[in-house]
């Protein structure tokens, strides 16, 4: 297996994998959109909501706003907490929000008991409030995965495409119609022949191939090859995303195997 990095951001990382099967690379996707934890707003409590909103509405809001906790790892699930789940600060931690209007509630009005804890995003708009309006509420949040509930998803953009080989024969005349057909300008002439620029950009829709005149172009995926994109709610960083992704697998792979061996 080869591993390159092309793209690295907080909220993103892009990279090339190649010499694995198709089902290695969607594992690891399927990985970061479900079994990586995060902590989301799991309960709340409305005391007082005179906003347009009905309550409903505004807890699908406040659960989907990403959070940040410095110290992730201190926190468990629920169901693996000691104190069996009943809640603890093991477990969860608390939140209160009291705002009135008029003026917009953001999601750095959401204010944690445990300072280590925030919105990923300070200005996400969750309801205006007019004059008079008010929204009251407390709760708290919860770590999990997000197989359980999209607010517990840490990827949200994760795919993956095959990388593409793009080969042009002697046959080519340059007549460029394959570049003013091609929709990502990958392809350019040269030297009297049309040249692939940028593979990685390729999304393979073999437009190039039906506007050549001389079949002169071969367009094909590279089985064991893969242009992966994983982007991030900003709950965790990409990379770290990826990297917890990979030790979810890893250990259940290792529990299978010792499941394994007990037959044995």
Not at 131 to 144: D, N, P, Q, S, W
Not at 156 to 162: E, I, Q
Not at 227 to 240: F, L, N, Q, R
Request: charged share 25%.
């Amino acid at each position: 297996m080869n591993f390159e990095l092309l793209e690295l951001r907080e909220d993103r990382i892009r990279y090339l994998l190649s010499g694995v099967s198709a089902a290695f690379a969607n594992g690891i996707r399927r990985a970061c959109m479900s079994e990586v934890p995060i902590l989301a707003i799991d309960e709340i409590n409305l005391y007082d909501n005179t906003s347009v909103l009905f309550d409903e509405q505004i807890g699908l809001r406040i659960g989907e706003v990403p959070l940040v906790a410095d110290e992730l790892d201190l926190f468990s699930q629920p169901e693996d907490c000691q104190c069996g789940g009943t809640g603890c600060p093991g477990c969860r931690v608390d939140f209160m929000l009291s705002k009135e209007g008029p003026g917009m509630v953001y999601s750095e009005d959401i204010q944690f008991t445990d300072p280590g804890v925030r919105p990923a995003f300070e200005k996400i708009p969750l309801v205006i409030l007019g004059e008079g309006e008010k929204l009251v509420m407390e709760g708290y949040a919860t770590k999990r995965v997000g197989k359980e509930h999209s607010k517990w998803q840490a990827g949200t953009l994760c795919g993956y495409k095959n990388l593409p080989s793009i080969t042009v024969s002697e046959a080519c005349d340059g007549c460029g119609k394959c570049v003013e057909a091609c929709p990502r300008d990958i392809l350019v002439i040269e030297k009297g022949r049309a040249k692939a620029t940028n593979i990685l950009e390729c999304s393979l829709c073999k437009l190039c191939v039906g506007a050549c005149e001389a079949a002169a172009i071969d367009l094909k995926p590279i089985h064991d090859s893969f242009v992966v994109s994983i982007e991030g709610s900003g709950s965790v960083a990409a990379k770290d995303l990826v990297a917890r992704a990979v030790d979810e697998i890893k250990m259940r792979a290792l529990d299978l195997d010792s499941k394994l061996a007990e037959l044995s």
